[in-house]
């Protein structure tokens, strides 16, 4: 039972650039959620998709934007790349119940913005 | 507004001692809990979670205490062993219909010495 998988594990680009990111959730899962993580700081919510559409989405610019996939796998694209998106970015998967259920995280991809 | 914090960047602790990691939270809309553990290169790792109709979680070694009138829980790890020496995040999320937005601490570095 494969868990969450994101590729690639690293990505370099420089500023101006744009760059997608993939997540396949953990098999039996529906929904993917991602988040950026900065050096030395928790993770951050960015956007959550569920049915193929953004369903929740944190204070993030319009330049990150998402899809998810009718086999539940995901996107992510950052547009117009600043030295500061320069961060580790999560991808987590979840099964929509309606109360407490956990997100399982990817490793994650390591982007890098020169 | 960090609305999930972790006062203590690192903690160290002698192998077979307790480990204790402490979080507080100040939104009050805030009812179910979560503890991650990532090591280094990996994603975070679900460990324990708690919600807000409960004190006190355990699982094997870890145990969560939540303390809802002071908006702070804390993560007990007895024994503590080597392998424990990671990065622990803990998260809050409202609780809604389906998959939740997690909002992270910065984390604390656990180091269990031998």
């Known amino acids: 039972d494969a868990g969450v998988t994101q590729s690639p594990t690293h990505l370099i680009k420089t500023r101006g650039q744009q760059v997608t990111l993939r997540c396949s959730p953990k098999?039996?899962?529906?929904?993917v959620s991602w988040y950026q993580q900065a050096l030395g700081q928790g993770p951050q919510f960015i956007f959550q998709?569920?049915?193929?559409?953004?369903?929740q989405r944190g204070n993030f610019p319009d330049r990150f934007s998402g899809h998810q996939f009718p086999n539940y796998s995901s996107e992510l694209n950052v547009n117009a790349l600043l030295l500061g998106d320069s961060a580790l970015y999560l991808c987590?998967?979840?099964?929509?119940?309606?109360?407490?259920?956990?997100?399982?995280f990817g490793p994650g991809t390591r982007l890098l913005v020169l | 507004d960090q609305q999930v914090k972790q006062n203590s960047p690192s903690l160290s602790v002698q192998e077979g001692r307790i480990s204790i990691l402490n979080c507080d939270y100040t939104?009050?809309?805030?009812?179910?809990f979560l503890w991650y553990k990532k090591y280094p290169a990996e994603g975070p790792t679900f460990l324990i979670s708690i919600s807000s109709i409960k004190d006190k979680n355990e699982d094997g070694r870890f145990t969560v205490f939540l303390n809802k009138s002071a908006k702070h829980l804390s993560l007990h790890i007895v024994p503590s062993q080597p392998g424990d020496s990671a990065v622990y995040f803990c998260a809050a999320t409202p609780i809604i219909q389906g998959a939740q937005k997690l909002v992270f601490g910065q984390g604390t570095r656990l180091t269990i010495n031998p």
């Open positions: 987590a998967s979840s099964l929509e119940t309606v109360y407490q259920e956990t997100q399982y």
């Open positions: 939104n009050s809309m805030f009812d179910y």
């Open positions: 098999s039996g899962h529906d929904t």
């Open positions: 998709y569920y049915e193929e559409e953004e369903r």
